[in-house]
């Protein structure tokens, strides 16, 4: 490995069973991987679901989203960073209204200010990685 190249995890158990790292530095840019709603060893907020594991009400969404950001920030403080250095960030959700709903809110109390400098994109899709995510964020930052 380069020692331009540096790594973070959380400790949490997927990251070892799926095989891969929270984040990367490699020079100035860090990669941070779908961050999701964990407090480093149970979900956060999670959605309730039914019987056959689809989710029934998206009202954690905001929660998630918070938890997200924290995490991520915790990330990036390892490497002397803050989610004041993002340039870009995916969020993915389940529920589009519900996300277009909270984000507005819960990015600019993440970014600290009523207009995040970051470039943005969202994307609805049927499920994450455990059936009680309503999202995960992937952000990019440079230092």
Partial sequence: MSTTRKTESHG?????????VQAVQ???TIYISGQVAHD?????????????????D??????????CYANAARLLARFGASLEDV????LYVVD???ADAAAGPVRKEAYGRPDPQVASTMIGIPRLAFRELLVEIKLVARV
């Fill in 26 to 28: 490699h020079r100035d």
């Fill in 58 to 67: 998206t009202g954690n969404t905001a929660a998630q989203m918070r938890q």
């Fill in 12 to 20: 949490v158990p997927w990251e070892t069973k799926y095989g891969y």
């Fill in 40 to 56: 480093g060893s149970d979900l956060v907020a999670p959605a309730p679901t039914d019987a056959d594991g689809r989710v029934t």
């Fill in 96 to 98: 589009i209204e519900a």
């Fill in 87 to 90: 340039v870009d960030e995916v």
